[in-house]
């Protein structure tokens, strides 16, 4: 099996690497778990510096929620909120910082406060110049697998296939290789049976030769199999799910709760100590 290797950022990511932690900065309240949603700036450097505390890897920051229905708030609005937050955590802390945005513009002005990382739910596809922009600052980028709508795909050979298109975009675009992470996509309305499906088949999407990154925290795939309409039920849920994926070959895990996303990572590759071959 061929190795996957990349950078995000300062941090390297991959097989024969630790599992690496990406925490969530949710600046949208129509986030779908309003517990990380956090209304001042002082409230949200609070969580960054407990994230930080709990030794995350790299912080990802969004303006607009991509949970199915919410509102897509003007561009203005989105640059706005991360702005000032992105210039804040750059200035205090020594963290790679992610934009969470599928907008060119807002990646651009994240880039020039100081992210090196841009999360791109479209998979470079919603904006043309976003290719552009990522090359231009030289960024990391991770490509979710998406068509029309984020997480739109529901199978491995449809994740796949969408994510050969974004890598194409990418390669066209000059954007190193080794910037490069994938993620399938998991959530966003789609069947929680297909969820489950895609965590089981996850190493299929190995083929592509880039490291994986999955968001499986607290969504909704997690509270229909147990039972629970709300997200602040579901962190175990979460734990068991995120357990699996790193033994299926996750590489980097998308996480509200840094420590006990942390603790279990460190506790399954203990007992795995070959799991990134």
Not at 20 to 46: C, R, T, W
Not at 112 to 132: C, Q, Y
Not at 180 to 206: A, C, M, S, T
Not at 215 to 239: A, C, E, M, N
Request: aromatic share 6%; with cysteine; proline share 5%.
């Amino acid at each position: 099996m061929s190795s996957s290797q990349a950078q995000l950022g300062s941090v390297s990511v991959g097989d024969n690497q630790p599992v690496a932690i990406m925490g969530i900065i949710n600046l949208d309240p129509h986030s779908f778990y309003q517990n990380s949603y956090h209304a001042s700036s002082k409230e949200v450097l609070s969580a960054v510096e407990r994230m930080v505390d709990e030794n995350v890897d790299m912080i990802d920051v969004g303006g607009v929620s991509t949970a199915p229905g919410s509102p897509i708030p003007p561009v203005e609005i989105e640059k706005k909120r991360v702005v000032k937050i992105i210039q804040s955590i750059v200035k205090n802390w020594d963290v790679p910082v992610s934009i969470d945005t599928y907008r060119a513009s807002v990646a651009q002005v994240a880039l020039v406060k100081g992210a090196t990382i841009v999360n791109d739910v479209s998979g470079l596809k919603f904006d043309p110049n976003m290719a552009k922009i990522i090359q231009d600052f030289g960024a990391s980028c991770v490509l979710m697998a998406t068509k029309n709508r984020p997480g739109d795909r529901t199978t491995s050979t449809q994740v796949v296939s969408a994510l050969r298109r974004s890598l194409h975009i990418a390669h066209t675009a000059e954007i190193p290789s080794n910037f490069i992470v994938v993620d399938p996509g998991l959530g966003f309305g789609k069947p929680f049976q297909n969820d489950l499906e895609l965590i089981r088949n996850l190493r299929k999407i190995r083929i592509l030769k880039k490291p994986i990154l999955l968001g499986v925290s607290r969504k909704s795939f997690i509270g229909k199999v147990l039972g629970y309409p709300s997200p602040q039920d579901r962190l175990f849920g979460t734990l068991a799910a995120v357990t699996i994926a790193i033994l299926e070959g996750a590489h980097v895990i998308r996480a509200h709760d840094v420590r006990a996303t942390s603790d279990c990572a460190k506790m399954v590759t203990a007992f795995s100590s070959n799991l990134r071959m």
